[in-house]
């Protein structure tokens, strides 16, 4: 009994300050009193723990300022808000073509940026792993900051990742990103390294600062390139047993669909089988240079009947994906994502009169306004995550 009670001091502060950092990351300038109400501790607990979060550098105390109201009796009320810049995380993109990496403030404010090309697909594990490390590193030096700043790092690559962040390498493309990039890193700089599928990553940004803010229930589709979905079921991250939930190989056996190929990649190949023919269309303009996902959907909006037509079919072929999906899974929404989502917007209206045919539980369906940066943004999330989950665990390079 004796420990039980001698534990419990400890346990408190760890549960008020907990509660202190909560309420100061959802606000701006709080006042000691606004704490109080916020959280129902006395004043002095509250003050003892915001005293005790600035001295850790969590927190840090502002200047009274008395020209709001003019002259006012008594000592001004202490201010504390968020040290936003006590430390900062890592939203990784780690496809097979290049990496990008995102440096956040612990808002979830990005600060820089940087993107680097891998030399090949092929590349050993230990090239695709310099030139995660040094793409972070240049993102990291854009915006002044210290490796050693770094609390968290989220990643995403393009391959299912379990629970435990182990890479499923059942499939050779998977295997290509199984490189040990969170031991590298944690060798290199002594980062955390939460390693996700990019899918499941998009599903996590899309649900906070896009199209499925607060929808418990979504579906996010990477449709560019390939089809990959993140599912958030009652507002819990789906993995699966080895991190295989949202995998869309499936769709080899939907009739109408039989592949996985995305809205971009077979807006180039219709548009290639449309100019081997003799057919009058703009995309002809493009024919030299080859035509891209975005000239299809220009000549469409020009009236363009080839383009037309292909945007006809990707809007079939999507509202038979999304249906499939909306028969399995029944989410209130699906968004469209990945850079294509940009374009996506005009197939919405063609997707949801078809879906009633393909499902008997038509979602509804919207296209991502976070479009190339899907993944870094939830990426970013992840890392905040892991940060406010263990932020009295955690300890800063240079406390304020």
């Excluded at 789906?238 to 807006?267: K, N, Q, S, W």
Aim: aromatic letters at 4%; charged letters at 20%.
């Amino acid at each position: 009994m004796s420990e039980m009670t001698a534990a419990t001091p400890q346990l408190l502060r760890r549960v008020s300050a907990g509660a202190v950092l909560e309420f100061m990351r959802a606000s701006q300038a709080v006042t000691v009193t606004e704490v109080m109400e916020a959280t129902g501790l006395t004043r002095a607990t509250a003050i003892a723990v915001c005293e005790d979060l600035m001295q850790r550098g969590w927190i840090r105390e502002l200047e009274n300022q008395r020209a709001f109201g003019g002259y006012q009796k008594g000592r001004p009320a202490r201010r504390f808000e968020l040290n936003e810049r006590a430390g900062c995380v890592l939203g990784m993109d780690v496809g097979i073509s290049k990496a990008t990496v995102v440096v956040s403030d612990l808002r979830g404010r990005a600060l820089g940026r940087s993107s680097q090309p891998f030399a090949g697909a092929e590349i050993s594990a230990e090239e695709r792993v310099a030139v995660v490390d040094r793409t972070a590193l240049m993102a990291l030096h854009s915006v002044g900051a210290s490796p050693d700043s770094v609390l968290a790092v989220g990643a995403g690559i393009a391959a299912p990742v379990d629970r435990n962040g182990d890479v499923l390498v059942t499939q050779h493309f998977w295997g290509l990103f199984d490189v040990g990039l969170k031991a590298a890193l944690k060798d290199l700089h002594g980062w955390t390294v939460l390693l996700e599928n990019d899918a499941n990553l998009a599903a996590l940004g899309e649900r906070w600062r896009g199209a499925a803010a607060g929808v418990d229930d979504v579906v996010v589709i990477l449709a560019s390139e390939r089809l990959g979905s993140g599912v958030i079921d009652g507002g819990r991250l789906l993995h699966g047993r080895a991190g295989g939930a949202g995998e869309l190989a499936f769709l080899d056996m939907v009739e109408g669909v039989g592949d996985t190929f995305g809205i971009a990649a077979l807006a180039r190949v219709w548009a290639a089988e449309a100019l081997a023919g003799k057919a009058r269309t703009l995309l002809r303009e493009h024919a030299g240079d080859g035509v891209e996902a975005e000239h299809v959907f220009a000549a469409a909006a020009a009236g363009d009947g080839v383009a037309l037509a292909i945007l006809d079919r990707l809007a079939d072929r999507m509202a038979r994906v999304i249906g499939a999906v909306a028969t399995i899974i029944n989410p209130e929404l699906v968004v469209i994502g990945g850079a294509v989502a940009n374009s996506a917007g005009v197939l919405l209206g063609p997707i949801a009169e078809r879906l009633p045919g393909y499902t008997a539980t038509p979602p509804a369906v919207a296209a991502s306004p976070l479009g190339d940066s899907i993944v870094t943004v939830g990426a970013v999330r992840c890392a905040l995550d892991f940060v406010e989950k263990n932020t009295l665990d955690l300890e800063l390079a240079a406390p304020a």
